[in-house]
Structures are given as structure tokens and as C-alpha cells.
């Protein structure tokens, strides 16, 4: 039997994510590849997940929580309580943005030789990088789980739901800008370094290290709603809802509207980003083989 012309497919046409989803087998390949070429030859191997934030956690507390003052003490009264917990769950999710987004945005030119040799979905290799960082996200925030129950932990299904929102959004982002900033790399290898500031700033953009009331008394009220606009914002401030603020004697809090107003925002401005990412690379990927 013929296959009918409607259902004949150009080769090398690209399809999007929707190809993803259709050769998640490749995908899967890919994550194992990139985990094994990651911790080829080394001694800790996927333990460094475990202490490459541990060391930052214990650096970041120390010079802010000790030195600075935001550790609530006896002495200290305007402190966050139980800043340890507070200062991990930022930590964790923004980690996993800085390194997917990273990797992203460097694995079509870091896989050059294999683009050039064969056709496969190159959206596959942004998407890898966004899983293989997830991979290395869950042991953090199991470490983070156990402290949380270490100090009287009891969070609701709404805090539960909004931790898996928080972490939804900030996948969605990495994976748009991924792709986005990993079709630019390829024409303008300028795009790393614009991703490597573009983390930086990430970081201390977001109330990681410091309560957002800080913030709304320094910007007020108007500037307060622009930088609520910023999804890892808004992300951050779900996971300190989901395992910091059920740590606390109800003294915390966190910023208004951040479940009925903040998190669809958030998700929105996320999904549109996926989109434009999406878009720019069916655009540009044609000629990848060629600059590569």
C-alpha cells in the first residue's frame, strides 16, 4: 500500500519540541551521555551534586547569615528565622536554572561533530541539558527535605503544589532560554558570555539571600510589582513558601497574591519565553550543520 501524499513528510523538517517528545528515546540517550562524559574520570562523580552546594551553602551562610546579620538570634531580632532552611531552598532552585540554562545554551556547539554527521531533533540537546541538570537538582533537594524535617517541617498540599509550580516555571524558563540562546551561540559564539552575566545577575536578582520585604522597603511599592515580574523571583519565593515557611512559628511571611496572582503570572511569562525560544530555533537551525 502507497502512503498518501498528505501524510509524506520532508526530511530534515523540523517539528519543535513536539519532535522531542517523539524521539524521547534519543533523549534519554542523550542525558545518559552527557552524565557519563560529565564524571568520566572522576572520583566523586554524581556526589559532587552534593558538594559543590554544599560548599556554596556553607560560604553563603557564613558571610551573610554569621557575618551580616540575617541569621535571627537571641541578639538578633530582625533576623529571617531559621535562615539555614530559608538560604538551601533558594539555593537549590537556583542552581538548577544557572546550570541549565549553561548548559543549554552551549550543547549545539558543544555538539558540533555529531550535528554535522547525522540528522537527529537538535532540539534534543538543549532539552538534555535542562534533564541532566534536573537530575542533579533531586539529591539537593532531598538534602533539603531532611533539614526541613529536622526542624519541625509540616507543609500543606497548597505549599506542595507550589514547590512543584516553582520548579515547572523555572524548567520552562531554562528550556526557552536554552533554546533561544543556544540557536544564538551558533551565529554569535558572544551569546556564552552574555548567559555567564546573565546568571550572575540571576542570583541576586531574586530573594535568595535576602527577604523580599528588604526589597519593598528600598524600591517600594511600584518597582516591587516589576520585580515580581521576574519569574525565578516568583519561583524562589514558592519553594521558601513549600519548606521554609512551615519551618517557622508563623512570624514569617511572604509576598501578597504570590499563589493567586504571582505563580499564573510567573507560569504565562515562562510559557511565552518557551514559545519565542521554541520559535527562534526552527528559525535559525537550518543553517547549524554549515556555521558548526
Not at 543556544?182 to 556564552?192: L, Q
Not at 524562589?236 to 519548606?243: D, I, K, P, R, S
Request: aromatic share 14%; with cysteine; charged share 10%.
Amino acid at each position: 500500500m502507497t502512503q498518501s501524499n498528505s501524510e509524506l513528510v520532508r526530511p530534515g523538517v523540523s517539528g519543535g519540541l513536539a519532535d522531542v517528545v517523539r524521539a524521547r528515546f534519543l533523549l534519554k540517550l542523550l542525558v545518559r551521555k552527557e552524565l557519563k562524559v560529565r564524571y568520566r574520570g572522576s572520583v566523586l562523580g554524581l556526589l559532587w551534586s552534593y558538594v559543590k552546594p554544599g560548599v556554596q551553602f556553607i560560604v553563603f551562610y557564613i558571610a551573610l547569615g554569621v557575618f551580616l546579620g540575617l541569621e535571627q538570634s537571641p541578639t538578633n531580632k530582625s533576623g529571617l528565622p531559621n535562615y539555614a532552611i530559608y538560604l538551601f531552598s533558594g539555593i537549590v532552585l537556583i542552581n538548577f536554572f544557572t546550570e541549565a540554562l549553561g548548559n543549554a545554551s552551549r550543547s549545539i556547539v558543544g555538539n558540533g561533530g555529531l550535528i554535522k554527521k547525522i540528522y537527529l531533533p537538535r532540539q534534543l540537546f538543549p532539552v538534555a541539558s535542562v534533564w541532566v541538570s534536573a537530575v542533579h537538582f533531586f539529591p539537593q533537594l532531598v538534602i533539603l527535605l531532611a533539614a526541613c524535617l529536622f526542624s519541625g517541617w509540616h507543609p500543606s498540599l497548597l505549599q506542595l503544589f507550589a514547590a512543584v509550580l516553582g520548579f515547572v516555571i523555572v524548567a520552562l524558563l531554562a528550556t526557552g532560554l536554552g533554546l533561544l540562546f543556544g540557536a544564538a551561540n551558533v551565529y554569535f559564539r558572544d551569546s556564552e558570555n552574555f548567559v555567564d552575566m546573565l546568571l550572575m545577575v540571576a542570583t541576586w536578582a531574586s530573594p535568595v539571600m535576602y527577604s523580599w520585604t528588604m526589597v519593598q522597603a528600598k524600591l517600594g511599592e511600584a518597582w516591587f510589582i516589576v520585580y515580581q515580574m521576574n519569574p525565578i523571583t516568583v519561583a524562589v519565593e514558592t519553594f521558601h513558601y513549600a519548606f521554609w515557611l512551615p519551618t517557622t512559628d508563623g512570624s514569617a511571611s511572604i509576598p501578597p497574591n504570590l499563589i493567586s496572582l504571582w505563580v499564573p503570572v510567573a507560569l504565562v511569562i515562562s510559557a511565552l519565553i518557551l514559545l519565542w525560544g521554541q520559535l527562534t530555533f526552527r528559525r535559525l537551525e537550518g543553517r547549524f550543520a554549515q556555521e558548526l
